[in-house]
């Protein structure tokens, strides 16, 4: 059940918040992002929006409930908190530094929760949503317009939680790690976007770019 909701915030004028509901295709696509298109054209954004993505995982067990082969969906939480020194590769500096998504554990009971005074779901995984929705938000990346960029995200939010949640699966540890666990269209997309971001190319990333222009 790969049933997600993402939110796409703009901020044109007048400021509105744009969501859909939608789940993966028999083609591989989430469609229902690829036709906010046309809702989409003649918005602008800036720094303070964001893009939160809700990624559906009422068919975990529950809290202390996992199994030998299904994580639980506080452990599957917990997992995820593991990559966020990666995930901060593939997102804008401004939300490294926002209130709204700030880089900790908010799961109350966890090991590394930490606790705030402004609102503990302003974190970037936040573990709240799983009592209110039924998902895991991710909350960490810029607002945009557009739709490939969109997509691209969600689907690489719904891969991580349902690796983390498989409990064979090793969590990385590092970004190597993290793309060699991603299908090739998917780890290409992060290379492409660190290096948009950040300018920074690796060993693999310089090798995977090269296969990339080599096969064009």
């Not at 995984?125 to 490939?148: A, D, F, K, P």
């Amino acid at each position: 059940r790969d049933i997600g909701v993402t939110g796409v915030q703009t901020c044109a004028l007048p400021i509105f918040e744009l969501r859909r509901l939608t789940w993966i295709g028999r083609n591989g696509r989430l469609n229902g992002i690829l036709s906010l298109k046309p809702l989409l054209e003649n918005t602008s954004i800036n720094q303070k929006c964001g893009l939160h993505v809700h990624v559906d995982v009422r068919h975990l067990p529950a809290a202390g409930c996992g199994t030998a082969t299904q994580c639980d969906v506080a452990e599957t939480y917990d997992r995820l908190c593991m990559l966020y020194p990666m995930i901060k590769k593939l997102v804008p500096k401004s939300r490294l530094r926002s209130s709204y998504c700030k880089w900790r554990n908010n799961r109350r009971g966890s090991e590394s929760f930490r606790s705030t005074n402004d609102g503990n779901r302003y974190a970037a995984l936040n573990y709240e949503s799983v009592s209110e929705h039924g998902t895991i938000e991710w909350r960490m990346q810029g607002g945009s317009t557009n739709v490939v960029k969109i997509e691209s995200w969600a689907l690489l939010c719904q891969y991580l939680t349902r690796w983390a949640s498989v409990r064979d699966n090793s969590m990385p540890r590092n970004w190597d790690q993290l793309l060699a666990i991603l299908p090739q269209w998917l780890a290409s997309w992060c290379i492409l976007r660190r290096e948009r971001l950040y300018g920074e190319l690796g060993p693999v990333d310089e090798r995977v770019s090269s296969a990339i222009s080599q096969n064009e």
